[in-house]
């Protein structure tokens, strides 16, 4: 240990240069493993389907085990004991914020988490590297003076540490567009599989089977969903876990509709009929309004690579022959 503070404190600019940029490529190489690398998408699915079951089964095995223990007599708690269970209890609600918007992404496991919270605890290590390896490296950054160098160290530390959560909104968003766009399609599945004499969770697991390749986010969502209709015993709960895992409001409309079935009894083929009407409705609207807004989007190539040319071609001989008359 003494050996390393040593070096430190002795270390040249052209000894931190090398370390500094080292830490970068191992931190880049790091997050492009992470999020290039592919693996088997049906072992993956399988894997991540067994993995969600048996956290089901543990976290009800756990209620009932609390159920069943007697409520511990009221205690006066001190104030280092409020505040620790206040951070408890924030540091609870961060997690589950950030598990959910790791679902929404596509990533289920506990891993997954664990790698989330490393790369936003190592990210502005990183950005404090890059920018150290920049200034010294940079000509124009090397002369500047300590209030900017500050201010560069600390805009790189803070978009390092908002990029983890930039990525995976980015894959959020874009995975939840593809749920989106695939649902009409699974709900005329949907239609078919239920006017067969299908269950929900048998019709949803069978969907999923059709829509794999062709709509494989939602297809994953639905296989889940049926394991948990399966397994928990109320279906409100399964169908809510679709609404968290999708972060979705078409999901939540197509779940409020399921509800409002099984609550009254109507039948599942004629509820699911109207919701792919509706959709494929939405559909179309939705690709008129595109239509109707194209006109209005080419007018500033038009007006910026058009029109110049245009004016070229009409005014440039005229503006020729002025120039040999003069």
């Not at 970068?24 to 991540?48: H, N, Q, T, Y």
């Not at 009929?273 to 194209?294: H, P, T």
Request: hydrophobic share 50%.
């Amino acid at each position: 240990m003494s050996a390393i503070i040593d070096f430190f404190s002795t270390a040249t600019v052209a000894d931190l240069v090398p370390i500094g940029a080292s830490v970068v490529i191992v931190g880049v190489v790091f997050l492009v493993w992470i999020s290039v690398i592919e693996v088997d998408p049906m072992r993956s699915r399988v894997k991540a389907m067994t993995t969600h079951r048996d956290q089901i089964r543990a976290r009800q095995r756990k209620q009932a085990q609390q159920a069943g223990k007697m409520r511990r007599p009221f205690q006066k708690k001190s104030m280092l004991s409020r505040l620790a269970s206040d951070l408890r209890r924030a540091r609870g609600e961060q997690a589950s914020k950030a598990r959910f918007t790791l679902a929404q992404a596509g990533w289920r496991s506990n891993e997954a988490l664990g790698t989330y919270i490393v790369a936003r605890s190592v990210a502005p290590l990183i950005g404090v590297a890059a920018a150290l390896t920049a200034k010294f490296t940079i000509p124009a950054l090397a002369d500047q003076s300590e209030l900017i160098t500050l201010a560069l160290f600390a805009g790189a530390a803070l978009v390092a540490f908002r990029a983890p959560d930039f990525f995976v909104n980015r894959i959020a968003k874009s995975r939840r567009t593809k749920i989106e766009r695939g649902l009409p399609d699974a709900l005329d599945l949907l239609v078919v599989c239920t006017e067969a004499g299908l269950g929900l969770d048998s019709a949803f697991d069978r969907v999923a089977g059709e829509i794999v390749e062709s709509h494989p986010a939602l297809a994953d969502e639905l296989s889940l969903t049926s394991v948990e209709l399966n397994i928990l015993p109320h279906r409100q709960e399964a169908l809510t876990n679709l609404i968290h895992r999708t972060g979705v409001p078409v999901i939540e409309s197509v779940v409020s509709t399921l509800s409002q079935t099984e609550r009254y009894g109507t039948p599942l083929s004629q509820s699911f009929r109207v919701l792919a009407s509706d959709f494929r409705d939405q559909r179309m609207l939705k690709a008129e309004e595109k239509a109707a807004r194209l006109p209005a989007t080419l007018t500033i190539p038009m007006v910026v690579f058009i029109l110049p040319c245009l004016f070229g071609v009409l005014l440039g001989p005229a503006i020729i022959n002025s120039m040999d008359v003069l």
